[in-house]
DNA sequence: GTCTATAGACGGATAGAC
DNA sequence: GTCTATCCGTCTATAGAC
């Protein structure tokens, strides 16, 4: 922690102190963000206690000791992975405010959702793994960060079932069929694979699937533009 | 391995041997299925590598060299695990066939795999969290097991949507969806209860839930009974 | 078939030189 | 900020008495 001095000694109008300091800032954020891009894949692939912080550091070609030395915890390090896949889930979910045509809406959605499975399926497999064993380390971001913005949706569907544009589903329950068959082309894609005969799935039968489950969602909720 | 000896030596009309036999055959039995029962808890709750032996043997109430007596290894216990579920799985997935009718047929398929969710909610993550891992130990079982159902199954979803019966759904995309949104109400409870703000998922609910799913699934596929 | 004790490997975290 | 060496706890698995 000998980066503490640096804010603790007043050093405003030292020369060649801000530099310095500015220099070492960047190395220690390219390092974290390279930490927890490697630390993402092997708790993807392990789990949380079966990842090793010796794992994670050889993947990223730094001793183990460095890891330590920017992420004090293994939990840390766990905690910033989570904190960071919010944050890119909390970016697709902007996409069902763009339009009030429910067709659109939904439809962009999903159509955002799967985008983000495909492109970074590791992050929801930590995430999957997570909730799995309790979300004992999350709990903080459900309550305060997802449901806040699920409250907000469910009073937008509500809105369109109304209005006739909808037909009367449950919000929550539409919600939370949208997250699973999504999200289950991220998490459960060894399932997938194996049963599709194939080793991996094309970037070209993805985009197919993508507007399959487009189209059995707005089927789902009988959603038509007003 | 002491046990081998009874099958080796030639002892079938040995009258004290053979109730004997009988007797070890049962504490072993006994034995291994409660092992099975606490392991499936334990692996659900913390994955293969965050689940110990001790943990397990302790949850049986037994000392953990006797675990090791019955199944000589993590693995060998976590696969006994891993195909007991099947098993399971494979019975609700009879209820597929009971009807030519495919709201009856899909309907019914939703509703058992929603039960099974709401019986056996730790067997659902230890599976799902083995696929999550990439599915490593139980490829023998998607492969020879459950695929020759899933290509069943696609047959006659196909000759439904050739007679009219369904709308023009991709079959295993589907499929898929079926088991994505009935097993997260299994998998992701935790996630679902911190959402929905309380502790656990009331037997009520869960039913008004079951429900709810079969409608949204029977508005996806656009069925109707012939 | 049951149980205590322990071997042997591995993992998280830290000390301290550079 | 980097890295080697190491402490100490935990884990799987087994030896061997009962």
Redesign the interface.
């Known amino acids: 922690m000998t980066h503490d001095d640096a804010l603790a000694t007043p050093t405003e109008n030292d020369e060649p102190a801000a530099p310095m300091r500015r220099r070492k800032a960047h190395i220690r954020e390219s390092n974290e963000a390279h930490l927890v891009a490697c630390a993402e894949a092997v708790f ?7 990842a090793s912080t010796a794992m994670i550091a050889e993947r990223a070609g730094l001793p183990k000791a460095n890891l330590h030395y920017y992420f004090p915890t293994k939990l840390d390090l766990y905690r910033r992975v989570l904190e960071d896949l919010f944050e890119d889930w909390y970016r697709a979910a902007d996409t069902f405010e763009c339009s009030d045509d429910p067709v659109e809406a939904i439809g962009g959605y999903v159509r955002a959702k799967m985008a983000l499975s495909q492109r970074r399926p590791l992050g929801s ?1 930590v995430w ?2 997570e ?5 004992e380390h999350m ?1 903080d971001i ?2 305060q960060r ?2 806040p913005w ?1 409250d907000s949706r469910v009073v937008v569907i509500e809105s369109w079932v109304s209005r006739g544009l909808l ?1 009367p ?2 919000p ?3 919600m ?2 949208i ?3 999504t ?3 991220a ?2 894609d ?3 694979c ?4 194939e080793r991996e799935i094309s970037r070209r039968a993805f985009d ?2 993508t507007e ?2 487009v ?3 707005i ?4 959603a038509r533009s007003p």
């Open positions: 993807a692939e392990r789990g949380l206690a079966g497999k999957a793994n909730i799995i064993h309790g979300a709990q459900l309550t997802v449901k699920l037909a589903v449950e929550q329950t539409f939370f069929m997250w699973a068959i999200q289950h082309y998490d459960f060894a399932q997938i194996a049963l599709r005969g197919d699937v399959e489950v189209a059995l969602v089927r789902a909720c009988g």
